[in-house]
T-cell receptor, first 113, second 114 residues
Framework: AQTVTQSQPEMSVQEAETVTLSCTYD???????LFWYKQPPSRQMILVIR????KQQNATENRFSVNFQKAAKSFSLKISDSQLGDAAMYFC??????????WGAGTKLIIKP | KAGVTQTPRYLIKTRGQQVTLSCSPI?????VSWYQQTPGQGLQFLFE???????NKGNFPGRFSGRQFSNSRSEMNVSTLELGDSALYLC?????????????FGNGTRLTVT
């Protein structure tokens, strides 16, 4: 079965600093997509960034970027210039062979003012 | 454009009862997916509907069912509620038929079973 592992239950970072959230996955697919979603206290899951596995270039969205290591099956999220509004649960997800999104357990990100 | 709307926001039911949750996708979106989120199991896929047809289903018992109407609104029904069904139920829509297109989520329905 495909799995997504987020090894950091909680991370904290000082406002304006940079933080990296880890994610590893296991898939037998050759072409797939990976996602990072954030879930603030409002409960709404919001897409942060998406990476296509066949693209070698790491995806970037403003202050958010990924470090995608396909061979290592690693997909970490880097948040630069952290802001108070970035505080949330962050979930990594991968589409499996049954076209279902498999989710990691999440990392709670705390921003210290 | 209005986002994904889920009603109600909160629901309290007792064991053995049944419940129906509603989800209105973003206008123009024909795909609606449902997820269950619990502290212990995390996010788990329930099912997905596309143009009124269920095209994918997760590993949940038959007590969990859903449907989609011609206007793309979807309902999820849980019969014979159990304590373990207490969870946040999230609905998501996508604008394209591709499974790789991003999901747009609602704020969820918090179901408590007593």
């Amino acid at each position: 079965a495909q799995t997504v592992t987020q090894s950091q239950p909680e991370m904290s970072v000082q406002e304006a600093e940079t933080v990296t959230l880890s994610c590893t996955y296991d898939t037998s697919e050759s072409d797939y997509y990976l996602f990072w979603y954030k879930q603030p206290p409002s409960r709404q899951m919001i897409l942060v960034i998406r990476q296509e596995a066949y693209k070698q270039q790491n995806a970037t969205e403003n202050r958010f970027s990924v470090n995608f290591q396909k061979a290592a099956k690693s997909f970490s999220l880097k948040i630069s210039d952290s802001q108070l509004g970035d505080a949330a649960m962050y979930f990594c997800a991968c589409i499996d062979s049954n076209y279902q999104l498999i989710w990691g357990a999440g990392t709670k990100l705390i921003i210290k003012p | 454009k209005a986002g994904v709307t889920q009603t109600p926001r909160y629901l309290i039911k007792t064991r053995g009862q049944q419940v129906t949750l509603s989800c209105s996708p973003i206008s123009g979106h024909r795909s609606v997916s449902w997820y269950q989120q619990t502290p212990g199991q995390g996010l788990q896929f329930l099912f997905e509907y596309f143009s009124e047809t269920q095209r994918n289903k997760g590993n949940f018992p038959g007590r969990f069912s859903g449907r989609q109407f011609s206007n793309s609104r979807s309902e999820m029904n849980v019969s014979t509620l159990e304590l373990g069904d207490s969870a946040l139920y999230l609905c998501a829509s996508r604008g394209e038929s591709s499974y790789n297109s991003p999901l747009h989520f609602g704020n969820g329905t918090r179901l408590t079973v007593t």
